[in-house]
C-alpha cells in the first residue's frame, strides 16, 4: 500500500509514521502533490495553529489540491479541524470540506482538553479510549461519527465522502489508536 503522510511542517509527522510503521508499513512523507495524489491512502495530520498551517497549506498550493483528492483521507487534531470551513483559532478560513466552525473551548475547565476520553458512536454506544490534546473542537453535525465531552459534546471522528477525521491521536492512543489507523487503512 502506498501510504503517504501530507507533510507541510504541522508537528506530529514522525509520531504518525512511526505508528504506521508498527503496524507494518513505510509511509512517505511529501509534501509534493504528484506524490500525494499518487498515493492509495493519505494522512493529514497536525498539531500546532490553524492560521499558521493554512498560511503554509496557501503558500504550496496544497489548500486548494486538498479538497480535490479522491482517495482516503485521514485528518488527525489540526488535520481535522482544518478539513472545516473556518476556525476561531487566528479566524481564518481553512478548507471547507466539512461546512463546520471551528470553536474554542469556554474555559469553564482546564484548557486545552488533555489526556484520555472515551468516545460514543452514533447509537449512543460507548466506544474506546483515545488520547486528546486540543483547545478548539468540530461542534456535532451531520457528519460527526464519534463523540467525546469535555465541557460539551464535540466531534471526536467525522466522515465525509473520502475524508475523514479524528480529533484525538491514535498515534499516541496505544492499542486503541493502532486499531483505528487498522480499520482507516482498511477501507
Not at 481535522?80 to 476556525?87: I, V
Amino acid at each position: 500500500m502506498n501510504l503517504v503522510i501530507i507533510d507541510y511542517g504541522a508537528g506530529n509527522t514522525q509520531s504518525v509514521k512511526f505508528a504506521f510503521q508498527r503496524l507494518g508499513l513505510n509511509p512517505v512523507l511529501s509534501s509534493a502533490k504528484e506524490i500525494i495524489g499518487a498515493a492509495d491512502k493519505i494522512i493529514f495530520p497536525g498539531v500546532g495553529h490553524a492560521k499558521a498551517a493554512m498560511e503554509v497549506l496557501k503558500e504550496t498550493e496544497l489548500h486548494t489540491f486538498i479538497p480535490q483528492l479522491k482517495q482516503p483521507v485521514l485528518g488527525i487534531c489540526l488535520g481535522m479541524q482544518l478539513m472545516c470551513r473556518y476556525s476561531e483559532e487566528g479566524n481564518t478560513d481553512c478548507l471547507g470540506i466539512i461546512d463546520e466552525e471551528v470553536k474554542h473551548f469556554e474555559p469553564l475547565l482546564k484548557v486545552p482538553h488533555i489526556g484520555w476520553n472515551q468516545t460514543t458512536d452514533k447509537d449512543g454506544r460507548q466506544t474506546s479510549h483515545y488520547y486528546f490534546v486540543h483547545s478548539y473542537y468540530v461542534p456535532v453535525n451531520n457528519y460527526t461519527t464519534l463523540t467525546c465531552n469535555y465541557i460539551q459534546d464535540f466531534s471526536a471522528a467525522i466522515q465525509k465522502d473520502n475524508f475523514y477525521g479524528v480529533q484525538f491521536h491514535p498515534e499516541k492512543s496505544s492499542r486503541a489508536g493502532e486499531e483505528y489507523l487498522q480499520r482507516f487503512l482498511d477501507l
